[in-house]
C-alpha cells in the first residue's frame, strides 16, 4: 500500500514563499490525478490544487497565481510552490489521490504569521 510524508512545512511570514514535497512510497504514476489538500483550524479539510497525468491543472480560486502544483512520476513526489502567502493559508497540507484513495499522511504545518 502507497503511503505519504509530506514535508517543507514551517514558519513563514506574510508575503513570503515555501515549497511543499509529498513522497510516495510507491508509484504514483498509476494515480491519474495527484493533489494538495489543506485543512485550517476549526475548518473542513479542502482542495487546494490537483494535477493529472498529462498535466492537466486546478487550482482553488484563492490561490491561482500564487501556487503552483508539479508532478515527478520518476521520483513519486509531488510539489506544491506558494508565493505571497497570507495568514489565510495557515492550514495543516495533504497530499492524496484526486479523489483521495491513499491512507492519509501526517501532513505538513505552515504557519503563516508575522
Known amino acids: 500500500q502507497v503511503q505519504l510524508v509530506e514535508s517543507g512545512g514551517g514558519l513563514v511570514q506574510p508575503g513570503g514563499a515555501l515549497s511543499l514535497s509529498c513522497a510516495a512510497s510507491?508509484?504514483?504514476?498509476?494515480?491519474?490525478?495527484m493533489a494538495w489538500y489543506r485543512q485550517a483550524p476549526g475548518k473542513q479539510r479542502e482542495l487546494v490544487a490537483s494535477?493529472?497525468?498529462?498535466?492537466?491543472?486546478s487550482y482553488l480560486d484563492s490561490v491561482k497565481g500564487r501556487f503552483t502544483i508539479s508532478r515527478d512520476n520518476s521520483k513519486n513526489t509531488v510539489y506544491l510552490q506558494r508565493n505571497y502567502l497570507n495568514p489565510g493559508d495557515t492550514a495543516l497540507y495533504f497530499c492524496?489521490?484526486?479523489?483521495?484513495?491513499?491512507?492519509w499522511g501526517p501532513g505538513t504545518q505552515v504557519p503563516v504569521s508575522s
Open positions: 492524496n489521490a484526486d479523489p483521495p484513495r491513499i491512507l
Open positions: 510507491g508509484s504514483i504514476f498509476g494515480f491519474y490525478a
Open positions: 494535477i493529472t497525468r498529462e498535466p492537466s491543472i
